[in-house]
């Protein structure tokens, strides 16, 4: 595999490097329907986001996708929900997803508790899939979180299954790197 920059990787190289971070997917591959999508979902630990939040930060590379979530997690500084990826028409399914799946675990987000902020990102696989099929549903959300696991699978999976980049076949990748932090850790 390449490795760019002087900095040295993770044990896998992979953004489940970070301790409790777990990636998983659920790839929808329907020829016959011309769907090619899915789900990736990123949680940032195992217990629940919403009561145990943890510290993030946002930078936009191409501020052309469509996301959901990102403002409060600027403004707040915080995750409150695991990070998901999916084609551009399921964003709001998914999102709804998220916000079910909370309130399922904690019945009063969203009463006498303070509401969820779901965050999901786009990843328009448009070129590849007719997003019009309107095919990632909560189930696909559920089974890409029950599916995450500090392994997981790269490439065509998930949210990346009908990605291209410039005509290009592309995908779901990772990386990362090892940094000193004040106090001796990294």
Same mark, same amino acid.
């Given at each position: 595999?390449?490795?760019?920059?002087?900095? #040295?990787?993770? =044990?896998?190289?992979?953004?489940?490097?970070? %301790?409790?971070?777990?990636?998983?997917? %659920?790839?929808?591959?329907?020829?016959?329907?011309?769907?090619?999508?899915?789900?990736?979902?990123?949680?940032?630990?195992?217990?629940?986001?919403?009561?145990?939040?943890?510290?993030?930060?946002?930078?936009?590379?191409?501020?052309?996708?469509?996301?959901?979530?990102?403002?409060?997690?600027?403004?707040?500084?915080?995750?409150? #929900?695991?990070?998901?990826?999916?084609?551009?028409?399921?964003?709001? %399914?998914?999102?709804?997803?998220?916000?079910?799946?909370?309130? %399922?675990?904690?019945?009063?987000?969203?009463? #006498?508790?303070?509401?969820?902020?779901?965050?999901?990102?786009?990843?328009?696989?448009?070129?590849?899939?007719?997003?019009?099929?309107?095919?990632?549903?909560?189930?696909?959300?559920?089974?890409?979180?029950?599916?995450?696991?500090?392994?997981?699978?790269?490439? =065509?999976?998930?949210?990346?299954?009908?990605?291209?980049?410039?005509?290009?076949?592309?995908?779901?990748?990772?990386?990362?790197?090892?940094?000193?932090?004040?106090?001796?850790?990294?």
């Amino acid at each position: 595999m390449p490795h760019i920059g002087a900095l #040295s990787a993770g =044990a896998r190289n992979a953004i489940t490097d970070v %301790a409790g971070v777990t990636v998983g997917h %659920a790839t929808l591959d329907r020829p016959d329907e011309d769907v090619h999508t899915g789900v990736t979902v990123v949680r940032p630990h195992a217990g629940s986001a919403y009561l145990q939040r943890v510290p993030a930060g946002v930078a936009v590379l191409n501020g052309f996708g469509k996301s959901l979530g990102l403002m409060q997690v600027e403004e707040l500084g915080v995750l409150e #929900s695991p990070i998901a990826l999916t084609n551009t028409f399921a964003v709001p %399914a998914v999102a709804q997803a998220q916000m079910r799946q909370c309130i %399922a675990a904690h019945p009063e987000c969203g009463r #006498s508790w303070p509401t969820v902020n779901p965050l999901v990102l786009e990843c328009n696989d448009g070129f590849l899939s007719d997003q019009q099929r309107f095919a990632v549903r909560e189930a696909d959300y559920l089974a890409a979180w029950q599916a995450a696991d500090a392994d997981f699978a790269l490439g =065509a999976v998930g949210a990346g299954r009908g990605m291209s980049c410039h005509g290009l076949k592309g995908g779901i990748g990772t990386a990362s790197r090892r940094i000193a932090v004040d106090g001796g850790g990294d």
